[in-house]
């Protein structure tokens, strides 16, 4: 399972009796799957998740329910996200807008630390 830096360092600090708080679900996990691995593993070693400012109760039938379609929303947002920015930038480049990063140094200042080979 494949976390950011900061989220891995939270997870692995919670114990036993503690409550995980977490903004929005997708602050949490990337996809259904992934969302699934995190809250076993906060069951398994029983420490609360607080998501949005309600507590998440993984062991109540409901909860899991109301988990598991937060967690399919969150994962069907951000493949719009993803969609919507690839046509984006699609239509820049069919319009020529879309050329990169621009570069740091003038054509002259890079010819200047570039000596002839």
Known sequence: MLLMPRLREALAAVRAGDTLVVTKLDRLARSLPNARDIIEDLTKREVKLSLGGSIHDP????GRLLFNVLAM???FESGLIRARTR???QVAKAK???RGKKPKLS???E????LPV
Do not use: I, K, N
């Open 59 to 62: 062991t109540d039938p409901v």
């Open 73 to 75: 929303v969150a994962e």
């Open 87 to 89: 046509e984006g930038m």
């Open 96 to 98: 020529g807008r879309l």
């Open 107 to 109: 054509t002259s200042q």
């Open 111 to 114: 010819a200047h630390l570039v």
